[in-house]
Each structure stands twice: as structure tokens, then as C-alpha cells.
């Protein structure tokens, strides 16, 4: 079936350093999600993308939804060590709207250094 | 912030028990899914539901069940645990805004079982 491919699989990070992730799909999303994860938790939604080119800030974190429709990308700024956990990206595939089906990438562990 | 519940959080059960987590949400959401997810790994699709009366196989074969009697509720179902059932289990929901908007998912906390 479809996949999302991610990107690192981890980073291991200074304080304070930028972080950069992102997301690839061979087919065209119409919907790009951002969710943390901690340990034991369930994933939290960081960012929403609706449109290509949306370029969205939350605080710290930064994510466009690429022009092709295709990909994504999450930034986060001057790292602390509360960042630390497990960052997916999500998409709809065009056509799924009337489901609200999902499709998770693989997931980015991110450990940040104090 | 979501108001997506599970329980129990933690669960501990021997072999061929049956078991039922729990999932509530309090947001009106029409759409509701049941993922399964190991340790540090993505998440798979098992059950999804649109509405009341409404349940569909998700894109990872389970041997679980669910049911959506009310619109806030959807349980899912173990007849009889194993071993290979031992995992995460995380509920989410989400509500179409329509067809122009696409859902955003919202997730409980999710239920860690473990089958010995």
C-alpha cells in the first residue's frame, strides 16, 4: 500500500540547535499532519497543512506543505530538551476525505543533548 | 485539546482472556479509528468507523472487533487474547468540516497490553 517515506529515522541533537525533518510520498496528498509523540502517549498534533505551498508556524515549529503536494517538512528552532520524543508526519491522500483515513510515516526519534 | 479517552491505560492478562478497551470522546466527532502501534514504530490502521452502525477494517488485518453503538463510543474487542497481541493500542477521532476540508485526527492516550 502507500507509504510515507521520513526522514532521519533519529537525531541526536544539542540544545539549542535547529532541527530539520521531512516526508515524501509518490502520490499527491491534500492534507499534511505533524504529530509528537512521547513515550507511552498518544501522538499529539503539532501542526496542520491544508494547502500547497501553506507554509505554518507553531511557536518554535515551522512546517510547509511542499508545491508538488508531495512532501513535507517540519523545522523546529533553538532545540530544548522537552522536544525529545518521536515526531510523525501524516497525510490524506486525495480521494480519502470520506473516510478521514490516515497514512503515517515511519517516524523521527529525536533525543536532544542538554 | 482533544477530549479522547481511554481505558484502562494499563493493562496485564493472561492467554485466552477476553478484553475490551475502552474509547470515548466527548467532541460530537462522526469519524473514530483504532490504531495498533509497537514501541517506536508507526501506526496501523485496524478498525475506523464513520458513524453510529458503521465499522470497517483498517489496513492492518486484527483479530479484534469493534462496535459503535453511540457516536461517542467505540470499544474494541479481544475474544481471546495472545501473546501476539501485545502492543499499543491507540483511539483517535475527527469530524468533517466537508468536502473542501479534510479531517484532522485527534488521539486518546492509548491502552498498553500486555498478554502472557
Known amino acids: 500500500g502507500q507509504q510515507l517515506n521520513q526522514s532521519p529515522q533519529s537525531m541526536f541533537i544539542q540544545e539549542g540547535e535547529d532541527v530539520s525533518m521531512n516526508c515524501t510520498s509518490s502520490s499527491i496528498f491534500n492534507t499534511w499532519l505533524w504529530y509528537k509523540q512521547d513515550p507511552g502517549e498518544g501522538p499529539v498534533l503539532l501542526i496542520a497543512l491544508y494547502k500547497a505551498g501553506e507554509l505554518t508556524s507553531n511557536g518554535r515549529l515551522t512546517a510547509q506543505f511542499g508545491i508538488t503536494r508531495k512532501d513535507s517538512f517540519l523545522n523546529i528552532s533553538a532545540s530544548i530538551p522537552s522536544d525529545v520524543g518521536i515526531y510523525f508526519c501524516a497525510g490524506q491522500q486525495v480521494g480519502s476525505s470520506n473516510t478521514g483515513k490516515l497514512i503515517f510515516g515511519q517516524g523521527t526519534t529525536l533525543q536532544v543533548k542538554p | 485539546e482533544a477530549d479522547i479517552y481511554q481505558t484502562p491505560r494499563y493493562l496485564v492478562i493472561g492467554t485466552g482472556k477476553k478484553i475490551t478497551l475502552e474509547c470515548s470522546q466527548t467532541m460530537g466527532h462522526d469519524k473514530m479509528y483504532w490504531y495498533q502501534q509497537d514501541p517506536g514504530m508507526e501506526l496501523h490502521l485496524i478498525h475506523y468507523?464513520?458513524?453510529?452502525?458503521?465499522?470497517e477494517k483498517g489496513d492492518l488485518s486484527s483479530e479484534s472487533t469493534v462496535s459503535r453503538i453511540r457516536t461517542e463510543h467505540f470499544p474494541l474487542t479481544l475474544e481471546s487474547a495472545r501473546p501476539s497481541h501485545t502492543s499499543q493500542y491507540l483511539c483517535?477521532?475527527?469530524?468533517?468540516?466537508?468536502?473542501?476540508?479534510?479531517?484532522?485526527?485527534?488521539f486518546g492516550p492509548g491502552t498498553r497490553l500486555t498478554v502472557l
Open positions: 468507523s464513520y458513524g453510529v452502525n458503521s465499522t
Open positions: 483517535a477521532s475527527s469530524e468533517s468540516f466537508g468536502k473542501s476540508v479534510t479531517d484532522t485526527q485527534y
